[in-house]
């Protein structure tokens, strides 16, 4: 085996793993706003009584103020880290089944290619690829391909909802098509999330499948 087909592949798995632990690192955050905004909830906080005279001004509740403010700040803190966790994760999906896609073509990318702007990845047109014919003796074609069902309802679902999001005088409609898609679309952070670790193992596989043909520094 050559330094350079050591190279490509050992670069090609590192970016597809260094995707996968950047979506992990904001479902951690996403997580941890949730928490945070549960902790100064005011359904579940009650307010400690107590005002103070601002000098000049009015009255203020120092504790409610703290509760409105912070329940402001974790709400967009939620939006934020929601909105790149879900980016990163179809960025992993995407990124990884290209990788399997062109290991399977025989090619030798080095990296995962994904065009980025304003500090987000731009996901390829079109859907995930259809892989079992390629992946047909891989035990985990199947999960994959059951896996990549639900990242296209899910993405169809969010298409929807920022449909509606648009028109400004639909955003607030009591629509149950919009209901019913918007709760359709918030699951597909972990959707894809879940298609990306599925898409990083059969990486593996066409690697090693590869390998045992004895193909990796095969240049196409």
Known sequence: ????????????????????????????????????????????????????HVLGRDFVRPHDDALLKLGDLY??????????????????????????????????????????????????????????????????????????????ERERARALVSDFEFYEDLSECDSPELTAASACAAGLAESAYAYGEAAQAALHFALVTRGAAGSLAHRP
């Open 1 to 52: 085996m050559t330094n350079d087909t050591i190279v490509w592949f050992q670069t090609l798995t590192d970016g597809v793993h260094a995707l996968g632990a950047a979506a992990r690192e904001y479902w951690a955050a996403n997580e941890a706003a949730r928490v945070a905004s549960w902790h100064v909830d005011p359904a579940r906080l009650l307010p400690v009584d107590g005002s103070l």
């Open 75 to 152: 709400s967009d803190l939620r939006s934020s880290a929601q909105g790149l966790y879900e980016n990163a994760s179809l960025a992993y999906a995407y990124g990884a089944i290209s990788a399997v896609r062109s290991v399977v073509a025989g090619e030798r990318p080095p990296y995962v290619e994904l065009g980025r702007r304003d500090g987000r990845y731009e996901l390829p047109k079109g859907s995930l690829p259809e892989m079992n014919r390629a992946l047909g003796q891989w035990a985990g074609a199947e999960k994959l391909a059951g896996l990549r069902e639900r990242v296209i």
